[in-house]
């Protein structure tokens, strides 16, 4: 197989050997004479891959029975609306974080249904930063608390889990879950669209305490209810097979390469390294606070942006692929999610060196 490196924010690069369990299986699932795309979702074949996904996320993640495990479909965009129909009351206050694009779009949805309040802001720091939690307003009486744990377009992560108390804490973790383990127990709701960490688009992972399903507003679609999903094995309807299944060949393979832990060494490893090599040189920079950058997505520009296109072509004949950063930021943006090898990341330390040197 001839492969590139892609640096895509998402879709996103996935696993290789995923991809080759998913070549196989495609003529003939399972020895059916089928692919997993033409099967009931209803079959005991489906059904057992489906609950072995689950499984192996719950122990990816360590998940306890306190908390129901989603397949949905919308993204995590319609997730922005799901969280506030089911979690707040009309009229209620919830809380939200806003600190990129990713937090914004989630409060302009909200607002619609709910009493708003933007507990803090990095809008001036041009959201390279994350407002220190005492500076934070939050409401008595909050419905939940909303933040983004990595803005996949700004680049900015909390390397740590707010305390709200007895708020429950709602997180959009598309493309950060699955990097390092996480305190599930710490959260009220998870959430992520899969396309980054997880699998291919078309399936959304929700992780919600049980307490919290069965609440949602009266006249909330049933499709739009955790509590249907959660009473029938997320199959109120038939869901996106293709994608969970090659979601559970994604946990399965995170399992046999030592599971989050081992994750979150490479993944720190590799980021540290771009940041490292980024910082020492004059040439490319990043404004984000070292305290915050994110270990996914790790943006940066030149300080001649003339120079971007020529980086960005040479790049791309070089196998290093979407490199291009967020049209609302510019310069470049190197997403390096789990499935991003390390190898990878040195190809493009390797490139950036050599156009450096070349064009300074
Ligand atoms: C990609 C992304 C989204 C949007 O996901 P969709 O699946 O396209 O709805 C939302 N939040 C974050 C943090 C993302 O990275």
Redesign the pocket.
């Known amino acids: 197989m001839s492969r590139i490196f892609n640096f895509s924010?998402?879709p996103a690069v996935l696993p290789g050997a995923v991809l080759e369990q998913v070549r196989a299986d495609i003529p003939s699932w399972r020895g059916t004479g089928m692919s997993v795309m033409e099967v009931s979702h209803r079959g005991k074949d489906f059904d057992e891959i489906a609950r072995k996904a689950e499984q192996d996320v719950r122990e990816l993640l360590g998940i306890s029975d306190d908390y129901a495990v989603l397949f949905l479909q919308?993204?995590?965009?319609?997730q922005f609306a799901m969280v506030p129909l089911n979690l707040s009351q009309s009229g209620q206050t919830v809380d939200y974080v806003q600190t990129g694009s990713?937090s914004k779009?989630a409060i302009a949805e909200a607002a619609r249904f709910c009493a708003m309040n933007v507990a803090a802001d990095s809008a001036e720091s041009s959201f390279t930063t994350i407002p220190p939690v005492d500076t934070w307003r939050v409401s008595s009486d909050a419905a939940y608390l909303h933040y983004?744990p990595?803005?996949?377009i700004g680049g900015v992560e909390f390397h740590f889990i707010p305390e709200t108390g007895d708020v429950p804490l709602v997180a959009?973790m598309?493309?950060t879950i699955l990097s390092r383990p996480i305190d599930v127990s710490r959260f009220g709701l998870i959430y992520a669209?899969a396309?980054?960490n997880i699998g291919p688009?078309g399936i959304?992972l929700v992780i919600v305490r049980k307490d919290l399903v069965g609440r949602a507003r009266v006249d909330t679609p049933t499709l739009l209810t955790y509590e249907a999903f959660a009473e029938s094995g997320s199959m109120t309807n038939t869901p996106p097979t293709f994608a969970w299944y090659v979601a559970g060949l994604v946990f399965a393979h995170l399992k046999a390469e030592g599971g989050l832990e081992a994750m979150a060494a490479i993944n720190e490893r590799k980021a540290a390294k771009l940041y490292a090599a980024i910082d020492e040189s004059s040439f490319y920079s990043n404004p984000v606070d070292p305290a915050c950058r994110s270990w996914m997505n790790v943006p940066f520009v030149l300080a001649d942006p003339a120079l971007d296109a020529g980086f960005l072509a040479k790049a791309d004949a070089a196998g290093l692929k979407n490199l291009k950063g967020h049209r609302s930021v510019g310069g470049m943006r190197a997403s390096i999610y789990n499935a991003m090898p390390e190898e990878g990341v040195d190809a493009l330390l390797e490139f950036m060196v050599e156009f450096e040197r070349t064009n300074s």
């Open positions: 924010a998402g919308g993204g995590a965009t319609l990713w779009k983004t990595n803005e996949t959009d598309s493309s669209g396309q980054k688009a959304t």
